[in-house]
């Protein structure tokens, strides 16, 4: 069996005779099986991606009726009434079932990521890109999650072109590139390393005049036609080419250099496509950083920290040590700068340490430092009234906002002003992080109506500006209502429930962000048993991650081991001001309530206070343990027994 969707969907047998796949729908529902790359995708997920406006009322029936139907055409020489082996029934959906090397999709991605590593990989790669019929997925037109998988794979395949030209290039075996480099620079005329390659090609064949007429036309499009500025790259090349030198490798590939600001520019694009292109970006960035300080020009380095205004979310830092590193970089500047710089430079330096500040794991002096800056940068910002940089100044405030319990309403005022400059100026990055700003703080306050809005508005906007981290999200958020609701006459069952969180958790896991995975599963399956009053997931294999310190006298407790338990409840630090306080504050409360702890419980009740109405860890968007107000008030009795 091998399916195709580098072009349109199709399979084949074993003998190369193909697999009649049925309608358009059959094609779909086996092309968004093939996307989830063997993960179980559930019954309503399909739903929702195939009928994205109203699915009609027995959309659950004919799904399945278009899973049996691709079930016999897959394999036709099935006993009935026996499972399938290839598309199979897991939990509440559905899981393609076949190795890597039978779907066309997978052996493309897996050739690139060896060939990322590897330079002899080229010709491996060439049959890979041979393999494209056209766009993925080409005749599943109108749906949101194709679309997605269009935009990120033709990133991959444009990575591919020019990394299998590097690679041939510095072999010294560029003769045949020519004809194809052109076609690609056609088609991305934005990426200025498919203008140096071409030229390099044209400069191996002995082509030099043409060479250098590529490098003018480069700098032509790039600078009048897209507003961009040439890159060092570029610029060296042609100086190489001029004075009848080698000209070397030019290339955004792992390993080498790029001139301080082509890297930020491109680390700013990957860090929207999630996965590997996120975690690459956060250390070209800080490459890109290192190079511009040691060049002793103050407004370029200036420029290079502060042009990387991707918006953020979360709280925690998925590279603590590279966040960190460029906060400080930022306050050298700064200080260096003095209190003369440009203003629009000084409103850059000040937001980047509010953003890169990621509240959680900050001491007392850093967190004061970072609120400054915030404070600073949004009042700089409103004299400048750029409404690019004020959302950027916005996003450092709103990830300072975290300083106490409560603090959900105010959240949403910064989130609302942020889409509404996001929407008014066209800056759909911004539009969607104020729509998911919006999403956290509805989540908080339980108005899942609200939120549900703001999530389905933040996929349509990046279905359209290229943020496939987005559903990732969204999917968490479905799952938080699930469990919402699981407690509701006629709700979802627990463990449906669980098994959608456990499919949002799947998803998360390759996105480049640990600092928002890493026990964030644990926490959602914990909240879920408290909601319906059982004890604490004792699955060994899951790691609780920054959150054990909180969640472990539970754990404890309901092992049956109470003097462990009450230890580890003394040695548990306050929760730090993140996302997760509120839920964190709640289990704390649980276990000072059920160890008889009055001082600890009356802390706990305390810091609760303000955050009564809200809902303990629907801040994040993502998980729920019920209402704060349950817990408090248990803390509150328990505190005034003494």
């Not at 100086?239 to 082509?262: E, K, Y």
């Amino acid at each position: 069996m091998r399916i195709d969707v580098l072009g349109a969907v199709r399979a084949f047998r074993d003998d190369g005779s193909p697999v009649p796949l049925g309608g358009p729908r059959h094609r779909e529902v086996l092309g968004r099986l093939v996307a989830a790359e063997g993960r179980m995708v559930t019954t309503e997920t399909l739903v929702d991606d195939l009928w994205a406006d109203q699915p009609p009322a027995r959309a659950v029936g004919a799904l399945r009726t278009f899973v049996a139907a691709l079930r016999r055409a897959l394999e036709p020489g099935r006993p009935p009434r026996t499972p399938s082996g290839v598309l199979v029934t897991e939990g509440p959906g559905y899981a393609l079932r076949l190795p890597r090397e039978d779907v066309d999709v997978h052996r493309f991605q897996d050739v690139l990521a060896r060939a990322r590593r590897t330079p002899g990989e080229v010709a491996a790669l060439g049959e890979a890109l041979a393999a494209w019929r056209g766009p993925a997925y080409a005749d599943v037109t109108g749906s949101a999650w194709a679309e997605r998988e269009r935009v990120r794979l033709e990133e991959l395949r444009a990575e591919a072109v020019e990394l299998r030209a590097r690679h041939l290039l510095d072999r010294g075996e560029g003769s045949g590139l020519v004809t194809d480099l052109r076609e690609h620079v056609a088609g991305h005329p934005w990426r200025e390393p498919a203008w140096t390659l071409l030229a390099r090609a044209l400069h191996h064949t002995g082509r030099r005049a043409d060479a250098l007429d590529t490098l003018r036309r480069a700098r032509t499009t790039l600078t009048d036609q897209l507003g961009l500025d040439p890159g060092a790259d570029l610029l060296r090349l042609e100086t190489d080419i001029l004075g009848g030198a080698a000209p070397s490798a030019t290339w955004t590939g792992p390993g080498v250099p790029l001139g301080p600001r082509t890297t930020v520019d491109l680390a700013r694009t990957l860090a929207l496509a999630g996965g590997d292109a996120l975690v690459r970006s956060r250390s070209d960035r800080l490459a890109a950083i290192t190079a511009a300080e040691r060049t002793g020009d103050l407004a370029l380095t200036a420029r290079i920290i502060g042009a990387y205004d991707v918006p953020a979310l979360w709280s925690r830092a998925d590279d603590p040590a590279q966040s960190r590193a460029v906060v400080e970089a930022a306050v050298r500047t700064l200080a260096a700068l003095g209190p003369h710089a440009d203003a629009d430079l000084t409103v850059r330096l000040l937001a980047t340490v509010a953003v890169e500040s990621r509240s959680a794991g900050l001491t007392p002096a850093e967190r004061d430092r970072a609120r400054d800056a915030a404070r600073r940068a949004e009042a700089l910002a409103r004299d400048l009234g750029d409404p690019a940089l004020l959302a950027f100044a916005l996003n450092g405030v709103f990830l300072q906002s975290f300083t106490r319990p409560g603090l959900a309403a105010a959240r949403d005022r910064t989130g609302a002003e942020i889409l509404d400059l996001a929407t008014a100026h066209d800056l759909p990055a911004f539009a969607v992080l104020g729509r998911l700003v919006r999403l956290q703080s509805a989540s908080a306050l339980g108005d899942l109506d609200t939120a549900s809005a703001h999530a389905e508005a933040a996929e349509r906007l990046a279905a359209a500006t290229e943020a496939p981290l987005v559903p990732l999200l969204t999917a968490w958020f479905r799952a938080r209502v699930a469990a919402a609701r699981s407690t509701e006459p006629g709700g979802p069952s627990p463990a449906t429930v669980a098994a959608h969180y456990r499919t949002a958790d799947a998803a998360l896991r390759t996105a480049g962000m640990p600092g928002l995975h890493r026990g964030l599963l644990p926490l959602a399956l914990l909240g879920l048993r408290l909601l319906h009053g059982r004890p604490a997931p004792a699955d060994l294999r899951l790691d609780w991650g920054p959150y054990r310190p909180w969640t472990e006298p539970l754990l404890l407790l309901d092992q049956g081991r109470e003097a462990q338990a009450r230890t580890a409840l003394t040695a548990a630090p306050a929760p730090p001001p993140d996302h997760m306080q509120e839920a964190l504050w709640c289990l704390t409360a649980r276990a000072a309530v059920r160890l008889g702890d009055r001082d600890t419980a009356a802390r706990a009740a305390t810091a609760l206070r303000d955050a009564r109405t809200e809902h303990a860890g629907a801040a994040s968007g993502l998980l729920t343990l019920g209402p704060v107000a349950t817990y408090q008030e248990e803390a509150g009795k328990c505190a005034d027994t003494r």
